[in-house]
């Protein structure tokens, strides 16, 4: 626990780089107001005994008014100049906490970005966003408060034992032994409210996905009318989220009674031993003031210690999910040896005995997959939904790799080349079409933004997409929802094969891109696939045959295994699976 939290605040002081001594003016500045707090009260102590109640006080009042004038106006000075370095303080903590702030988050969200497939299927966007915002903002409370605020009781707390030890041992230390007692108390309120943190944080990350699954998944919802179900489960979320919330709140109410009991035990020892003291002469009434205006600054440290354990364990909670995600490694990554190739691929592919397992499954999905396309060739993948299709074309661009075997693009093994360079030259329209929200325009273009309108408008053509386009209200400039609402399932497909083909790929990807279209659009668009301006190896996973047609090679894949491969005449010819899907389709067509 100790080590850990001791990383925690490492991982801090890593991020505060640059700032680290900005911050440290910032927590001198915060143990200096805090000594200046003790001057007043001494100032106090020294008028009251040469002005008020000392023996010579009022020949001192008549011959020494100038002194009193002079203590005064310190007093005054000081007080201003204590004002003047608390301001400044907390904008430097502000500041500080600002930049950190924003640099975490920057390279937080730099490192979501740049995470493997896996990540995304283990995290959930709720939860990440909880990271992102929350949990971040915990980190920012610790550099902006709680830091502070731990410097601040410490120096005060130190500070004033210091200074009544040094006025008083006797009654110093009888008061300060109160302070081991409540030390122990909040050491019971931390191993307490530790875990409820930790939960609390858990809570918020629910109701957060549950939040957000909700409202992207909102059509579903609706479609199955199930919007009372899912305000209950909400509503649920929600719940759970403020009980734990107040539990976590009301833990401090069992500790805290006990370490009020224990911190007012000081003044009434002050009151009794104090006044014996002074009877006996072995303090002033001067010394007694300073006491009894200072023992707040002994109390109040103390006291606030409750709420700094609990600001520090949402951090602590706060920062472990955040530093997840800060220190999380994508394992696919380029090689330390990757081949630096500038030039176009020519856009060969091959897989070699490939197989291939998702480490969360128990069994293989694709058992030893080799075939290989030429440059400028058309494969076409068929096979039952489920047969492992999508897994196969997710290794092209290394979005995962292979358990065994492996798949080589332009005859080099894609774990030698750079992801950047290798995925520059993959054209893929994926399964399921996510358009950002932006315009029909912005879409397109979306993998090279430089593009003018006019090759826009011709992949827009090639994918059959310009007709429909142009007659949306404001053609290319319409914007398109999140996630491309207000458009056809046909329509979103079209666009990702216009976004696909308007990087001029060396390696057209086509995951059932066509499956939502018509017949008729269909055919356009496997035309001008034909006749691409750009030099293409066409990888296309269809159902239809009137897709498949043409390739240059079919690849029927049943149970992860390549059962059939041939052009669509040898296929017809050998009477197997796509014999009979010819069959069932051109029956179905007739
Ligand atoms: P359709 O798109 O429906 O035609 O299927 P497909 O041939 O593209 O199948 P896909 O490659 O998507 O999936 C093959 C098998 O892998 C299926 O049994 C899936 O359940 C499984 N699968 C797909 N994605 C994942 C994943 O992220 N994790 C795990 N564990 N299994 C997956
Ligand atoms: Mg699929």
Same mark, same amino acid.
Request: charge should be neutral.
């Given at each position: ?22 911050? $440290? ?19 106090? %102590? ?24 002079? #203590?005064? $106006? ?30 975490? /988050? ?8 740049? &995470?493997?497939?896996?990540?995304? %299927? ?21 550099? $902006? ?7 601040? %009781? ?19 230390? =009888? ?14 309120? /931390? ?10 944080? @858990? ?26 179900? @899912? ?152 096979? @039952? ?5 999508? =897994? ?21 093994? +894609? ?18 079409? #996510? ?19 006019? @090759? ?34 046909? &329509? ?22 066509? =499956? ?33 047609? =043409? ?9 992860? /295994? ?9 296929? +017809? ?18």
């Amino acid at each position: 626990m100790k080590t850990q939290q001791k990383s925690k605040i490492g991982w801090l002081l890593e991020n505060m780089k640059g700032y680290r001594a900005l911050y $440290a003016v910032g927590i001198l500045g915060t143990f200096l107001y805090n000594v200046l707090q003790l001057t007043v009260p001494y100032i106090s %102590s020294k008028i009251v005994d040469t002005f008020l109640s000392g023996e010579s006080a009022a020949a001192n009042l008549a011959s020494h008014k100038d002194l009193l004038y002079k #203590l005064i $106006a310190a007093m005054v000075l000081l007080t201003f100049f204590r004002t003047t370095v608390v301001y400044l303080v907390c904008l430097i903590m502000e500041v500080v906490s600002q930049k950190v702030l924003y640099r975490v /988050r920057t390279f937080l969200f730099d490192k979501i970005e740049n &995470q493997d497939m896996k990540f995304y %299927s283990t995290f959930r966007t709720g939860d990440l966003m909880t990271r992102v915002t929350g949990d971040l903002d915990a980190v920012r409370h610790m550099i $902006a408060w709680v830091l502070r605020a731990i410097i601040e %009781s410490f120096s005060l707390f130190i500070a004033t034992a210091v200074y009544f030890i040094y006025m008083d041992w006797l009654l110093a230390l =009888s008061m300060l032994i109160i302070a081991p007692f409540i030390f122990i108390i909040i050491r019971l309120f /931390r191993d307490k409210v530790g875990p409820r943190h930790k939960l609390l944080r @858990e809570k918020h990350a629910q109701m957060n996905t549950a939040a957000q699954e909700n409202i992207s998944g909102n059509r579903v919802v609706k479609a199955f009318a199930r919007e009372d179900y @899912e305000i209950e489960k909400f509503d649920e979320c929600n719940k759970d989220y403020a009980e734990t919330n107040q539990k976590t709140a009301m833990t401090w109410l069992t500790y805290f009674p006990y370490v009020e009991t224990f911190a007012n035990l000081m003044p009434l020892v002050l009151l009794l031993l104090g006044g014996i003291f002074i009877i006996n002469g072995r303090i002033t009434m001067g010394d007694y003031v300073a006491f009894s205006g200072l023992i707040w600054a002994l109390q109040n440290p103390m006291r606030m210690m409750g709420n700094i354990m609990n600001e520090f364990q949402r951090f602590s909670a706060a920062s472990e999910k955040v530093m997840e995600i800060y220190y999380s490694e994508p394992t696919i990554v380029d090689a330390p040896d990757a081949i630096d190739k500038t030039e176009r691929f020519e856009g060969k592919i091959e897989f070699k005995n490939v197989s291939f397992q998702y480490e969360d499954a128990n069994l293989p999905v694709l058992h030893d997959i080799t075939f290989s396309v030429e440059p400028g060739q058309t494969v076409a993948i068929m096979g @039952e939904t489920g047969c492992g299709k999508t =897994s196969l074309i997710n290794m092209i661009p290394r979005f995962y790799e292979p358990t065994q075997g492996e798949v080589l693009v332009d005859g080099i093994n +894609v774990n030698k080349l750079k992801l950047r360079q290798l995925r520059k030259n993959i054209g893929l329209a994926t399964q399921d079409v #996510l358009l950002f929200s932006d315009t029909i325009d912005g879409n397109i273009a979306y993998g090279d933004s430089h593009l003018s309108q006019k @090759e826009v408008m011709k992949f827009a053509k090639y994918s059959a997409a310009a007709d429909f386009i142009s007659k949306m209200p404001d053609g290319y400039e319409t914007i398109v929802g999140e996630r491309g609402v207000g458009l056809s399932g046909g &329509q979103k497909q079209r666009i990702s094969l216009a976004r696909a083909l308007a990087v001029k790929p060396a390696i057209l990807i086509l995951d059932d891109t066509t =499956s939502a279209v018509d017949m008729e659009t269909e055919k356009q668009i496997q035309h001008s696939l034909k006749n691409l301006d750009f030099p293409c190896t066409k990888v296309i996973i269809a159902q239809r045959i009137s897709t498949t047609k =043409s390739a240059d090679k079919i690849l029927v894949i049943q149970d992860g /295994r390549i059962t059939e491969e041939g052009t669509h005449d040898e296929l +017809v010819a050998k009477g197997g699976y796509y014999c009979s899907l010819v069959k069932l389709q051109t029956g179905e067509e007739e």
